[in-house]
């Protein structure tokens, strides 16, 4: 019998009473765990079809374009054409050049390549080569990694082999998909051939400039070398320099960033164990010297030509070889006439000094410069300067006074607390606690003078003085972050930078384009050859944007510029230079140190400007010694400016430079006083001083200087033209000369002529008693009772050693300081300019 089955109840809540134990109500859908795992492995299955098919299609079409095209390897290129298009773009152009690849190639077995030349290449380009496919994976992901922590493409991925693929195939466009494709190539590539082969193909292949393509080539260019196992570890280092960039690095161009990159080479063949420590430090010390033999040519417009080559790279990232083969037009702002006339006048052998003992030429470069553009009209790289040669233009060298403007006088007149006629300190005073002493050319000093002064006479004195007076940093900071000159800031914090003794030096080019900004009212725009560049049926790729930028106040600027007029006018040491046409400019000449030829000179320029153009010239020998040095002065690159420059502006209107609306006229200092006289009074036992008065505008400063002394020194300030001396000794003579000065602005005239005076020997009054105690007063002259004459510092300041009658019109003021504060001084070995050519400089 079944048993009874018992009724299960469910216990019933109340209406909105919360349900108790397990009972939830209604079940929902929960999160299935293994429908997740499914879905992520069949997402992952999907990726991985997709990813082999995108790489079989990567190597399909890799291998397709490969045996498409396989003939290219051996097929003609088209010429660049180069045009000037100075005057605009709605101008017509004129070809002026064509570049193009020439037949210097020569190919090699790779069993004739010597391992370490095999190795510096690997270590350079692509440290495993012998371990990849043709593409580096994982090289890519480190640059990536590194691109994206600098912010920047920092670091390449690219393989020797897809340099090959790229070289031969395609151009350097930098799009995602060109680099899909090359990477496809190079997957073939290694696919098709051995390493071997790849590395022989790429040696062969690849251009390393100086119209030099594959390896052998190159090592005959460079170091006249035709056997490469001949070449030492230096030599396979410089040449596995060049593929980054071959005209940059050139050793034959650009020596100096040669022998960086070299560094580079070598520092990476030691990480990776191809050479030794002391190998690497050996061959990192080596500087270069051109072969006789090396490949060169002369050819019209080869600097300027050379130049925008190097400017497609450096600002554009075309590569020279690109260039050279695929068929370009560039458009420069070259001006055809100045171009023609430089190099006639390079050409001019009466317009430099005559050869060396041994034959060598002086050599020289010439720059100009658009002032409203920064246009390059016209440049030359040397005399006789060969296609792919040493361009001067970027070389540095000891610029001279012609860098006081720029560290000096420019950055005193910013700060306006200096102007034109502002009096400068010119005596002998020792700085940094006696560590320098810097002397004028002609070992004189002038005392007070005007900043026009200094700046025509080219005085060293004064700007060392005043560099000291508004701080070297600010020198410094004027020259590099408003003017944008390159200094060694390091090393050249000292009051050396006044006379241009810089650790480093300038070059021409970056001293024309400092000078623009006082031609141009304070601006300054980019320095640049190119306006555009198109491919062969006129499609731009890239074109210049200007980047003007007010770097100085225009007050500067035209103050400045009235300055720099001045040293090519009469009695300026730059007067050669003068033209029929407005001209502001500054020499500079760098003295030697070696013994019995120390009145010549290392470097001569000129860098001057109109209201068109800037241009620098430099003048000297690469190679300074005994045999080789300057003697002819700045003279002579003032002469080649004027040369130049004149026949290159003719015909263009003639205009003049422009004072800015909002500059303040300057008032000018009191005209000169030439009639001083000083007459001994035996009776009375002093000197009477005279001279014509200038007006009731008008105060005066009587310096004075004892036979005794080193320098003359202010003793007495007053508005009278007459003075009675009482504090000369006997047996001294005297000289005395005279400061005007504008009583309404404090502005200072120059000196007066000089008058000089014997007091004799006799010493004692009738009775035998000692002279009483000297005084300095004026002669009387009706007015006495009238305020002191203020200094130019606002303030009467008597001087402690003078003594003046009651009711006198005097305010003797302190003689300038001697003692100035410590400043920084020139480092040792530091060549600063304190000699001068008899010439000016």
Request: aromatic share 8%.
């Amino acid at each position: 019998m079944d048993k009874p089955t018992r009724k299960q109840s469910t216990p019933q809540t109340k209406p909105n009473e919360p349900r108790k134990g397990n009972n939830k109500g209604p079940k929902k859908k929960g999160f299935n765990a293994r429908k997740l795992i499914m879905g992520s492995i069949i997402a992952a299955m999907v990726a991985v079809i997709c990813a082999m098919a995108i790489y079989i299609v990567v190597i399909m079409s890799g291998f397709k374009i490969l045996d498409a095209n396989i003939d290219k390897i051996d097929s003609t290129t088209e010429s660049t054409l180069i045009y000037a298009q100075e005057e605009g773009k709605d101008k017509p152009a004129t070809e002026i050049s064509k570049i193009y690849k020439g037949e210097n190639r020569e190919s090699v077995n790779i069993k004739d390549v010597p391992e370490r030349l095999k190795q510096a290449f690997i270590a350079t380009e692509d440290r495993r080569f012998n371990e990849h496919s043709g593409v580096d994976l994982r090289a890519i992901g480190r640059a990536l990694v590194t691109d994206i922590v600098h912010m920047s493409a920092v670091e390449g991925g690219s393989t020797i082999t897809q340099q090959l693929a790229k070289n031969v195939f395609l151009s350097s466009e930098k799009t995602a998909f060109r680099k899909g494709t090359e990477m496809s190539i190079a997957f073939a590539l290694d696919e098709r051939f051995t390493k071997d082969e790849i590395l022989e193909k790429y040696l062969n292949r690849i251009y390393f400039g100086s119209n030099s393509y594959g390896i052998k080539a190159a090592a005959k260019v460079y170091f006249g070398k035709s056997n490469l196992n001949d070449l030492k570890v230096w030599e396979i280092a410089t040449l596995a320099a060049l593929p980054k960039a071959p005209s940059r690095y050139s050793p034959l161009t650009h020596p100096d960033l040669s022998k960086e990159r070299r560094a580079v080479v070598l520092r990476l063949m030691t990480d990776q164990g191809y050479i030794t420590e002391a190998e690497r430090a050996e061959a990192a010390s080596v500087d270069y010297v051109p072969p006789a033999s090396a490949s060169q040519t002369t050819k019209e417009y080869a600097s300027f030509v050379d130049y925008v080559v190097d400017e497609a790279e450096e600002m554009y990232g075309i590569e020279e070889d690109e260039l050279l083969t695929k068929g370009y037009r560039i458009y420069t702002t070259m001006n055809i006439k100045a171009q023609k006339v430089m190099e006639q006048t390079y050409a001019n052998a009466s317009f430099f000094q005559k050869d060396a003992s041994d034959g060598q030429k002086i050599q020289s470069s010439m720059v100009i410069l658009d002032n409203k553009t920064g246009g390059l009209m016209a440049l030359i790289g040397g005399r006789d300067y060969k296609t792919k040669g040493f361009s001067r233009v970027y070389a540095k060298r000891q610029p001279g006074s012609s860098f006081k403007p720029i560290a000096v006088y420019g950055p005193a007149l910013e700060s306006g607390n200096y102007n034109p006629y502002s009096m400068l300190d010119d005596t002998q005073t020792s700085f940094g606690n006696g560590t320098y002493t810097p002397q004028n050319y002609d070992r004189q000093t002038h005392g007070q003078v005007t900043m026009f002064e200094a700046v025509k006479k080219s005085y060293n004195l004064a700007p060392v003085w005043l560099l000291d007076q508004i701080g070297v940093k600010t020198g410094v900071d004027f020259a590099t972050k408003k003017l944008g000159v390159t200094l060694n800031e390091a090393k050249d914090k000292n009051l050396a930078i006044a006379l241009g003794g810089l650790t480093d030096g300038v070059s021409p080019l970056q001293m024309a384009r400092a000078y623009t900004a006082f031609a141009n009212q304070g601006s300054q725009n980019k320095t640049h050859a190119i306006l555009r560049i198109t491919d062969a049926q006129g499609k731009e790729i890239v074109a210049y944007k200007a980047e003007k930028k007010q770097v100085i106040q225009p007050q500067t600027a035209y103050y400045m510029t009235l300055l720099l007029q001045g040293v090519v006018e009469t009695g300026g040491t730059g007067v050669k230079a003068k033209f029929n046409r407005p001209v502001a400019g500054k020499t500079g000449s760098t003295g030697l140190d070696i013994k019995g030829i120390e009145q010549y000179d290392r470097d001569v320029w000129f860098v001057g400007y109109t209201p068109e153009w800037t241009a620098a010239v430099w003048e000297g020998f690469d190679k300074v010694d005994s045999k080789h040095y300057v003697t002819v002065g700045s003279g002579s690159t003032a002469a080649i400016f004027k040369e130049v420059m004149s026949k290159s502006l003719e015909g263009k209107p003639v205009t003049n430079f422009v004072k800015p609306s909002n500059v303040p006229d300057l008032t000018e200092p009191p005209s000169g006083i030439s009639d001083v006289t000083a007459v001994y009074v035996p009776e009375t036992k002093l000197v009477k001083i005279g001279w014509t008065s200038l007006g009731d505008k008008v105060g005066y400063q009587l310096y004075r200087k004892a036979s005794t002394e080193a320098e003359a020194k202010m003793i007495v300030q007053t508005p009278k033209a007459q003075i009675e001396d009482t504090t000369v000794n006997p047996g001294e003579s005297y000289q005395y000369y005279v400061v005007p000065i504008n009583l309404d602005n404090n502005t200072q005239g120059v000196k007066s002529n000089v008058a000089a005076v014997e007091i004799p020997k006799d010493t004692t009054q009738p009775n035998g008693s000692p002279m009483p105690s000297p005084v300095i007063s004026p002669s009387p002259s009706p007015g006495n009772g009238k305020e002191p004459i203020p200094s130019p510092s606002g303030k009467p300041v008597p001087s402690p050693s003078v003594t003046t009658k009651p009711g006198a019109e005097t305010s003797p003021s302190p003689s300038p300081s001697t003692s100035p504060k410590p400043s920084p001084t020139p480092q040792p070995g530091v060549k600063t300019n304190e000699e001068q050519p008899k010439n000016g400089g």
